[in-house]
């Protein structure tokens, strides 16, 4: 599966209560579970207007399709091309 970066503008996001939060997330994982095995949830990140999703799928279109019936917009998706993080300057150092 391919890894995407979802951008969701949400005004004042950053001031859902917990419940809002897990509500949200209920909803995103009865439609994640309708979509079936091709689409996967890894993890969000709540800003104060914003969330980034990081999702797994097998083509855009399902993170498409999940922002519709979800109603979560995806304003903006991104394809990760790769990803690095403090291991890769040790990966880098080593030979």
């Not at 950053?14 to 997330?25: C, N, P």
Request: with cysteine.
């Amino acid at each position: 599966m391919k890894q995407y970066v979802i951008e969701r503008n949400l005004p004042e996001l950053g001031e859902w209560t917990v419940e809002e939060l897990q509500a949200a997330s209920q909803k995103s994982c009865e439609v994640l579970a309708g979509l079936g095995p091709s689409i996967e949830w890894v993890q969000s990140y709540i800003t104060a207007n914003k969330m980034f999703c990081v999702y797994a799928a097998d083509e855009e279109r399902l993170i498409h399709e999940h922002a519709t019936i979800s109603g979560f917009p995806a304003d903006r998706i991104y394809e990760v091309k790769t990803v690095i993080g403090p291991f890769t300057a040790e990966e880098a150092g080593q030979s």
